[in-house]
């Protein structure tokens, strides 16, 4: 199994584009997340999912859409870079929405936005 | 608004030595994680005690949790080079229907040989 995976794992935006980060699982996990990270903030959630069809917003959702098409892929969009989304975007997965699942993590995209 | 807050913020050892990270927390929970991220990677999973618990062992890793004191702490003892990483400390949050995972700041390691 690949597990969770991110691409691209860099990226640099000027502000104002827009772009998609994918992330795929190979895991038949039902939840998966999206955080981003920054310097002394921690992992802070941005979307998640319960499943294909089932997105819901988590701490800091705005300037970011989330699609669940399939149980598979969880894209991330940016609709209108700005600086402040200069961080890098981990995406996550577990076996369901239980709290007393471990979280499968994939290796992160480091974004600049110019 | 973060559930989780590690301490310290960073922590220089050598190795042998044991490592002390503790956490703390706002509001009542059903369990708490703890990951490590090597730099540059994403976190890895090293263990999760439930709030029922207090004392929880794997390898060199001792967790503890204290719930009256909203607080977990994880020892790393005879600690190596390889375990220089940040760690992190992950609480659950129900809102909105579902669980969610809330994760603190960190803990940044470093062990010197």
């Known amino acids: 199994n690949a597990g969770v995976t991110q691409t691209p794992k860099f990226q640099v935006l000027k502000t104002g584009q827009s772009m998609t980060l994918q992330c795929a699982q190979d895991m038949n996990h039902e939840y998966m997340s999206w955080y981003r990270q920054d310097p002394g903030m921690g992992l802070r959630l941005i979307h998640y999912s319960v499943g294909a069809g089932i997105t819901d917003q988590g701490e800091v959702p705005n300037g970011y859409n989330v699609s669940r098409s399939t149980t598979e892929d969880f894209p991330l969009r940016l609709l209108s870079a700005a600086p402040s989304q200069t961080s890098v975007y981990f995406c996550?997965?577990?076996?369901?929405?239980?709290?007393?699942?471990?979280?499968?993590f994939g290796p992160g995209t480091r974004l600049t936005v110019l | 608004s973060q559930q989780g807050e590690e301490d310290p913020q960073a922590l220089s050892i050598q190795e042998g030595e044991n490592a002390t990270m503790n956490c703390s927390y706002k509001t009542s929970i059903n369990n708490l994680q703890w990951y490590r991220q090597n730099s540059g990677r994403g976190l890895v999973h090293l263990i999760l005690i439930r709030s029922n618990e207090r004392e929880k062992h794997s390898g060199r890793l001792r967790v503890t949790l204290d719930t009256s004191k909203k607080s977990s702490s994880l020892l790393i003892t005879a600690s190596r080079a390889a375990d220089t990483a940040s760690y992190f400390c992950a609480t659950d949050a129900f809102s909105g229907g579902y669980n969610k995972l809330i994760f603190g700041a960190g803990t940044r390691l470093a062990v010197h040989p």
């Open positions: 996550a997965s577990s076996t369901d929405s239980s709290s007393y699942n471990e979280q499968f």
